[in-house]
């Protein structure tokens, strides 16, 4: 009986901890540079995932819908990186990579167009 409730109690700190790992809430200006790594200017980004709810991610005036479909964890350097794919109200689809850093103060967010992609750092 003993061995039980420690399966089951282990199991649910797995759970607890890898849905605390998907809440990530940010929002400001953010500096955008292309895939040549040239500065092209700032914009406001603001940034809701949550791995138990609804997800949104918005582009200046261009609010998507998020959904995380993977998640890495590099425990050495305690960054986590979200595969995430954006979908706009016209039901165009991008996917980007959403990585934080330890304490959550930093956050980039890499879109992947077809024809290139934008880094947003925040």
């Known amino acids: 009986m003993k061995r039980f409730i420690t399966i089951i109690l282990g199991a649910m700190l797995l759970l607890l901890s890898q849905s605390a790992l998907a809440q990530v809430q940010k929002s400001g200006n953010a500096s955008v540079t292309n895939d040549r790594g040239a500065k092209v200017g700032t914009q406001y980004i603001s940034i809701n995932l949550s ?8 582009l200046g ?3 998507m819908s998020a959904r995380i479909y993977t998640t890495k964890k590099d425990t050495k350097n305690g960054i986590i990186a979200y595969g995430v794919t954006l979908t706009a109200s016209n039901g165009k689809t991008v996917d980007c990579v959403i990585n934080t850093y330890p304490g959550k103060s930093h956050i980039t967010m890499v879109v992947h167009y077809s024809d290139g992609k934008l880094v947003y750092e925040l």
């Open 51 to 58: 791995q138990n709810g609804p997800s949104t991610v918005t």
């Open 61 to 63: 005036s261009m609010k």
